[in-house]
């Protein structure tokens, strides 16, 4: 079955297209009616019914109302919020600034007791330096093209959030593919240290530390997308444009049984850390 990171916030927004567009035919109005009644383009309509565009409380409260049934506008708000809260550009969630983002994460990662995270593009945030970190929020301010001015200070932030992991009572199940201990995302001497201290975390209690090889034959799963899975309840998936969460129980099973896969193909141990050194020996 193939992975769709974005189809779960698109299905709620589809939920909501469909129950304006229900009023609209409820209430006996053709496609242009709303349009004229609330004062926009009838393109609008059209857009906002195929959820192409996600209508603002005004908007709903608008329909509503020239829908003769304002009573069912709140409810419909509400399910609209949810609908984009699952879909989170990071224009918006870097507009603090990069520390801000971090320290955001701080509450919600101390809820959580089993954290399963894939990455085929970066060493996990989890398993970050310093110097790793800062490079990689360097990158992410100039693709933004974000003032760079907090990049150590929320580099410090992510550190300081996964010391998490030295604390009892959580599980930390971290995969990479073999090619992101070659990716060099920042200096030799910043990428020697990140790769020194992957030669040790893989000792850390709490921590599961497995790596695909690029030579694993007959791959059941291809390199994915990065993704995190937060307990059973929740995947969040780093597109290039946003964030995308996943609460759907069916959805959620879909990653899990891909990351399932995927574990089964990565080395841990002795190999494991073979593979790191000969990825410290490259650096030479």
């Known amino acids: 079955m193939p992975l769709s990171p974005s189809s779960s916030a698109q299905a709620a927004r589809e939920v909501v297209a469909r129950s304006l567009r229900d009023l609209r035919k409820q209430a006996g109005l053709t496609v242009t009616e709303p349009a004229e009644r609330c004062n926009w383009h009838h393109a609008k309509t059209f ?13 709903i409260r608008l329909w509503c109302s020239a ?21 989170s550009e990071w224009r918006h969630q870097v507009r603090n600034g990069l520390k801000q983002m971090q320290d955001n994460l701080v509450f919600f990662f101390r809820k959580t007791q089993l954290f399963r995270v894939y990455s085929s593009t970066l060493v996990p945030g989890l398993l970050q330096t310093e110097g790793y970190a800062a490079a990689v929020l360097r990158a992410v301010a100039d693709f933004r093209e974000l003032p760079a001015d907090d990049g150590a200070a929320a580099a410090r932030a992510r550190v300081d959030r996964s010391r998490i992991v030295h604390e009892p009572g959580r599980r930390f199940v ?3 593919e073999e090619t992101v201990l070659h990716h060099q995302v920042a200096d030799a001497e910043a990428m020697a240290a990140q790769l020194g201290y992957l030669l040790t975390a893989g000792a850390i209690p709490a921590v599961s530390l497995g790596i695909i090889p690029m030579a694993t034959r007959e791959r059941k799963q291809w390199p994915r997308e990065t993704f995190h899975v937060y307990d059973d309840a929740l995947v969040s998936v780093e597109l290039a444009s946003a964030q995308v969460k996943i609460t759907q129980p069916g959805e959620v099973a879909v990653y899990l049984k891909a990351f399932e896969q995927l574990r ?21």
């Open 264 to 284: 089964g193909m990565a080395v841990y141990g002795a190999d494991a850390r073979a593979l790191i050194t000969k990825a410290i020996d490259a650096l030479a």
């Open 174 to 176: 971290l995969l990479m």
């Open 47 to 59: 857009r906002v019914e195929n959820a192409r565009t996600a209508p603002s409380a005004k908007d």
């Open 67 to 87: 829908c003769r049934v304002p009573d069912q506008a709140e409810g419909l708000i509400v399910q609209s919020l949810h609908a984009e809260s699952m879909y």
